[in-house]
């Protein structure tokens, strides 16, 4: 029996790396945009800011509400907001997106300039990354190497 068939629809996460999941995200069932080649891609998002200590828990209460309305947008397979627990004041806010177009429309939104304002915030410049991924794999790949 694997993990999936207990909770179905439900993302999980192996907490890692000192990152906690602060919004736990329902899987959407939506598939990958198709490349000319066959092969699909998806478009993962990534924003990591480092904040005032005194405005983490205030950025963190508008990007909760933010990553679960982002769920709903079309073409959304996920949106996570994590705090990291070694550095107290850093959050990530990650989207995964099934085509360029569906990303390409979020970004104009008024929603994502909510997360561009948000930005302004951070005490650095926030690390700010759009990853094409054209193939995953889950728990089958560490069955594979354990063999």
Do not use: K
């Amino acid at each position: 029996m694997n993990v999936e068939s207990l909770l179905p629809g439900m993302d999980l996460a192996i907490h890692t790396h000192g990152v906690r999941r602060i919004a736990v995200v329902r899987r959407i069932l939506l598939h990958p945009a198709v490349q000319n080649e066959g092969e699909a891609v998806m478009i993962r998002s990534m924003v990591r800011m480092s904040l005032p200590a005194e405005r983490v828990n205030e950025v963190a209460g508008i990007l909760g509400p933010m990553a679960e309305r982002t769920r709903t947008e079309r073409g959304c397979l996920g949106c996570y907001l994590y705090r990291d627990t070694l550095e107290e004041a850093v959050l990530t806010f990650e989207e995964t997106w099934a085509s360029e177009a569906d990303l390409a429309r979020h970004l104009r939104s008024q929603e994502y300039r909510q997360l561009l304002l948000v930005m302004e915030l951070a005490r650095v410049p926030p690390e700010v990354r759009f990853d094409q991924v054209s193939h995953s794999t889950g728990l089958e790949t560490i069955e594979e190497a354990r063999r």
